[in-house]
């Protein structure tokens, strides 16, 4: 079963409203999945297409009031600069 672009990007967001970005590992495993998701379908970090999900994960996970967007977004592409 190969998945779409559009199915793994709804599996990180669901995945981040599932797990508390303050837990352990929590912001480690979305970071993971967003990075392998960039890296699958060939998405660079200073693109709109970056930008827009990192926008749909960050809220559709409340986590504005656990991160900063900056700080969310500085972490998110790390690994994909």
Do not use: P
Request: glycine share 2%.
């Amino acid at each position: 079963i190969s998945m779409t672009k559009q199915d793994f990007l709804n599996y990180i967001i669901d995945f981040s409203i599932n797990v508390n970005w303050e837990d352990c590992h929590g912001k480690d495993q979305i970071r993971a999945l967003f990075t392998s998701w960039c890296l699958i379908f060939r998405i660079d970090a200073d693109t709109k297409e970056c930008d827009d999900a990192l926008s749909i994960i960050y809220w559709r996970a409340a986590m504005e009031e656990l991160v900063e967007y900056e700080e969310y977004e500085r972490f998110m592409i790390e690994f994909i600069m």
